[in-house]
């Protein structure tokens, strides 16, 4: 059915400030709501998928609220194709080697440094193997973790600086590129699944911003 809900999160008090100008802290304190709110949204039950998106660099807009820097935060009552299609790849490899898939790609990447961007003492952020698109790079907690609502708050300071380093490389790179991350985390309730592991994917990003499409798949 069409039931839902669709918050927006305001990332700063300033009107022009972007995250790769705004002090890590704000960062930590966006995250901060991020988890609040993905924690206070499975309160009801009738939710299965909680995703949240950003897009950086948005097209001027007549429209105060549209041209504010701001996130958004979409809880489902049914799990998107997308990460449906995660968890099934991730089941299907559990049965094969009897660990995480997403774990070996981590351990695989740190091995091979060939497309490691940064690496923190609790994140990683790489190329994928694959890319679907250019200058795709995913950033994923280093320990098997399924559920982004359990992030530590020293989890979070880690989280915020590389996301503040990403953003600002490829803004450096892309100044006129619309930059969109959307985060990936287990579903929610009897839905929930140990083997998934949450990741933040970003790209860069030249058409209309649609990233509730591109992160779902419908």
Partial sequence: NNFGAHEIVVDTPDHLETWPQMDVRQIEKIIMAYR?????????????????TKHHGLPPSPSPYQSHHHSHIIAMPVIPLRIEEE?????????????????????????????VILETDEFLNFVPFASRFPYENWVIPKRHLPDFGLITDSQIVD??????????????VFPDAIISMVLHSSPVHEYFREEYHWHVELRPRTERPVGFEWGTGF
Avoid: M, N, P, V
Avoid at 105 to 114: A, P, R
Avoid at 160 to 170: D, E, M, N, V
């Fill in 36 to 52: 609040q709110r993905s924690l206070d949204l499975r309160g009801d039950d009738r939710f299965r998928q909680i995703l949240i």
């Fill in 87 to 115: 968890i099934k790849g991730t089941l299907e490899y559990y049965q094969r080697k009897d660990r995480c898939g997403y774990c070996d790609s981590i351990s695989h990447e740190i091995g091979g440094q060939k497309r």
């Fill in 159 to 172: 989280l915020a600086g590389a996301l503040k380093s990403i953003f600002t490389r490829l803004h450096k």
